[in-house]
């Protein structure tokens, strides 16, 4: 059995930012019922040198938006990076899902050997497809969703495995 760069991808992208909006909604839901200014978990990191909630969020879309656009030759859309709010965080996970959207599985079919060209960790790389999407854009991904997903535990947002997972 294989699996398809589109299910490795845009597939996976595409649920993993839908339960991040369910873990955002948690948060601002539980930042009125406790009387805590949202921009208190939009402005909370895990440690000093990390981003904040919000960079996370921006970082985790920007990278799903980027992968499957690099896999499939496309421009990348840039974003402005000036969300301010969960609704305007919700409006970017929204923008991005949509971007993932005008995907189709042809749309992939052969980027595991197409050589992806791109600037990360100030540095220029070039790989194959494959190679990028396994050890960089969905390692990437996952970190900064993760991340975002701690701060909020973190400052005692009630949240679970299942929700991180998107089973609730």
Do not use: C, W
Request: proline share 4%.
């Amino acid at each position: 059995m294989t699996i398809s760069m589109y299910e490795a991808s845009v597939a996976v992208f595409s649920a993993r930012l839908k339960a991040l909006s369910n873990v955002l909604s948690t948060a601002e839901q539980n930042a009125v019922d406790r009387k805590i200014d949202p921009q208190v978990f939009l402005a909370s990191r895990l440690a000093p040198d990390m981003f904040a909630l919000t960079r996370q969020v921006q970082i985790a879309t920007d990278h799903a938006k980027g992968a499957p656009s690099r896999l499939a030759g496309r421009e990348v859309p840039k974003y402005e990076d000036n969300e301010a709010s969960f609704a305007d965080l919700q409006a970017r996970i929204a923008k991005t899902t949509d971007h993932l959207a005008t995907f189709s599985a042809a749309d992939l079919e052969g980027s595991d050997e197409r050589v992806v060209e791109l600037r990360l960790g100030g540095r220029e790389i070039s790989m194959p497809g494959l190679q990028y999407l396994l050890h960089a854009a969905m390692p990437n991904f996952y970190f900064h969703v993760t991340t975002a997903y701690d701060i909020l535990r973190h400052n005692g947002v009630p949240l679970g495995k299942a929700m991180f997972l998107g089973n609730r």
